[in-house]
């Protein structure tokens, strides 16, 4: 047998001599840094753009969604952490009268991550095969039940982006899921405009679409979740005499302790953000 060659280089008479007090060297270089302490929650520093936080559900540029309810995510995730339950559109398109909630055949109905589970591995976002499911930076998941960290649909799913139009409506006028998958699919048309318009006047999506159509407005630009505006430290303090969370919501909690995250949607399932 022959004798073990570190594949390393092996150190000279100096190197050897500052050995056992090398490491110290990593001690040292720090202690001349200047010391940074993040205020968070008061200032939100943004993390590394590909961090990996809460779950996202896109759509089409029109407007229409791009989950398939196929189950690929839920079957991919390691800690079981996403339930999903796909329907027809056939039965959408006959309870609208046209409408559908994604291209294709199916949409899904139920979808659901427990963030309890959740370790932001990322694999589910891997096998998703209409990239319909991305990852956000936001990282404020806490909350105070385990029923809300069950986040829905309603949770997860991406607003329209503004110009889009909110669904279920009918898919562009002679493409198929094929054409919305690679791209072909921009903006809403006269033709789904005047579908919302005839189905759901009040639709509050509506003018933007029927501006984008005109071209009066910028066709829309897909969207992403962002990190939450930071609050003033006057507002921490508010809410927490009002015998609120500062940074939490919960269900029927005071209009002023939402107001902390504004922008952010109505109070969801168990009424954790
Ligand atoms: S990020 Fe990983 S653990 Fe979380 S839902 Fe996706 S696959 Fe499951
Ligand atoms: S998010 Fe993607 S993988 Fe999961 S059910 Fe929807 S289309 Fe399928």
């Known amino acids: 047998m022959s004798e073990y060659q570190p594949l390393r280089p092996t150190k000279g008479p100096v190197g050897r001599l500052f050995a056992p007090v090398a490491g110290f060297g990593v001690t040292l270089g720090a202690m001349f840094r200047p010391t940074v302490t993040e205020q968070y929650p008061f200032e939100k520093v943004p993390p590394a ?43 959408v398109v006959a309870e609208t009268g046209g409408g559908q909630v994604s291209p294709g055949e199916r949409y899904g109905r139920v979808y659901q991550i427990n963030y309890l589970r959740c ?35 309603q949770d997860l799913l991406a607003p329209p982006a503004a110009g889009a139009l909110a669904g279920p409506h009918p898919m562009v006028e002679g493409t198929t899921d094929t ?3 690679q791209g072909k699919v921009t903006a809403p048309t006269a033709e789904q405009v005047a579908w919302v318009r005839e189905h759901r006047p009040d639709d509050p999506t509506l003018a933007e679409a029927a501006d984008v ?50 922008g952010a949607a109505a109070p969801r399932n168990g009424g954790v953000r």
């Open 179 to 181: 054409d919305y998958y």
């Open 49 to 91: 753009r590909r961090y990996h936080g809460r779950h996202q559900l896109n759509r089409y540029a029109d407007g229409l969604e791009k989950c398939i309810g196929c189950e690929l995510c839920a079957w991919a995730c390691p800690a079981d952490a996403i339930y999903v339950e796909g329907a027809d559109n056939a039965e």
């Open 119 to 153: 370790v932001f591995c990322g694999l589910c976002v891997e096998a998703c095969p209409t990239r319909a499911l991305t990852m956000s930076n936001d990282y404020e998941l806490t909350g105070p039940t385990r029923a809300g960290m069950i986040y829905e649909k």
């Open 213 to 262: 159509v005109d071209g009066r407005a910028a066709p829309p630009q897909p969207t992403q979740h962002t990190l939450r505006p930071s609050a003033t430290k006057a507002d921490y303090t508010r809410v927490a005499a009002e015998g609120g969370h500062a940074g939490d919501r919960r269900a029927g909690e005071a209009p002023e302790a939402a107001a902390l995250v504004p």
